[in-house]
């Protein structure tokens, strides 16, 4: 009898770590299969895999944790522009392309923030009109940082480097997030009704 308890219970752990491993699998999947649109694929699965559980399938909220990520990402180079302002690698032929890219930044910031507005209000009558502010306002965060990279073209000293590698990072989040904004888009309608 003890020997039989032993094996159940030695069963049943078994069976609940393939359970576990399943559903991790199956989350994986979601996200692989989401982020197979986008150009930094890498990138974009080890972004958003905590969001498989809630996006599953749903192009809108892939879409969604897309931006809400890029977003995030964005602030953080905006805030790493603002401390390296002060350093005195970054004065003198840094000087403007700097205060340049913390604009560009600004705006970028401004441009993601109005897409997840829109992206969180999606609504079936206006939703082509929806995509196209949204693909429109993305495409000008991706432009807003290509241009902060124009003064980095040929960095000079470490600072200069981590900053174009860090402007870099965040370009790489927004093409993905237009990229699973294009999928919503060309999901169509019934992508708001999705499970």
Not at 68 to 78: H, I, M, P, R, W
């Amino acid at each position: 009898m003890a020997n039989a308890n032993v094996y159940l219970t030695f069963f049943l752990l078994l069976c609940l770590l393939k359970s576990g491993r399943s559903a991790r699998n199956v989350g994986n999947n979601y996200v692989q299969e989401a982020c197979r649109v986008t150009r930094y694929r890498a990138l974009c699965i080890n972004s958003l895999a905590s969001f498989s559980s809630i996006a599953r399938r749903s192009p809108s909220k892939w879409a969604r944790a897309g931006v809400s990520v890029t977003l995030g990402e964005t602030k953080n180079v905006a805030h790493y522009l603002m401390k390296v302002k002060n350093y005195r690698e970054m004065t003198g032929s840094y000087k403007i392309p700097l205060s340049d890219c913390m604009e560009c930044f600004q705006n970028a910031i401004d441009q993601l923030h109005r897409s997840l507005g829109v992206l969180r209000k999606l609504s079936a009558r206006r939703f082509y009109s929806q995509m196209g502010d949204v693909t429109t306002w993305l495409s000008a965060a991706l432009t807003d940082q290509d241009t902060c990279m124009d003064g980095f073209e040929n960095p000079r000293g470490r600072q200069a480097k981590m900053l174009r590698n860090r402007v870099m990072r965040a370009t790489c989040f927004t093409s993905n997030a237009l990229a699973l904004v294009n999928k919503l888009a060309t999901s169509g309608l019934d992508s708001l009704n999705d499970p």
